[in-house]
């Protein structure tokens, strides 16, 4: 007679029902998404999930998303979802989805690119246009857990007014905490990309980061690695992510 023990499936493998709470607009581009699931309970502020869609017809799309929220015990996650061209998963969200809906999703992934208080700082991040989300998640959980320590964000984005949680963004760095915020853009007037003067000058205020977060188009991680390297930060505390061309 056999006693074998049932395996349990982690949960960071397994689809989970997940219904939409609440769709809110962020730009006119990127909506926001609340969603009550099971993964809400069991997230670092900075992972992702995969969020997969089943049509009537048993078609189905998937597609990962950075998780916008810190854990805040409410049983809902944010996610920011930006309208893509011929996005199938994106295209429904912008779209179609309503409160209400269902989807799956699975997760949540990326433990090494992932932060709470306990980890310490000073923490520096860098974001290339909807890279920002998953840092915003990081900056949302250190006002909650950790405001003393230091921060930066260098915010590479199109437009300011394509800038994603801009006003928040901006009435974090004018809390008193010790947050800056130094945002450049590419198509504005006058405007130009992450180059050594930004780096110096988030580096001024932070003084010498001990955690280091990029998240964006290969591009702009690839530069921005570079500039922070040159500046004279230890490539061992710098995590990247990278998505696009």
Known sequence: MSSATPVTEPIVFRWHQAEITAIAPVTSQVKSFRLRCDIAQAYRAGQHVDVRLT???????QRSYSIASAPDGSGTLELMVEALPDGEVSG??????????????????????????????????GAGGSGVV???????QRALVAPQIPAALIYSAHTRAGAIALPELERLAGDGTGFSLHITTTRDAGGRRIDAALVAGALTRLGRPEKVFLCGSNRFVGAASDLILAAGVPAGVIRTERFGS
């Open 55 to 61: 049509a009537e017809d048993g078609y189905q799309a």
């Open 92 to 125: 429904w969200f912008s779209e179609a989805a309503e409160v209400g809906d269902r989807v799956e999703l699975r997760g949540p992934i990326g433990g090494s690119f992932s932060w709470d208080g306990p980890d310490g700082g000073p923490l520096l991040l």
């Open 134 to 140: 998953p840092l915003l998640a990081m900056l949302r």
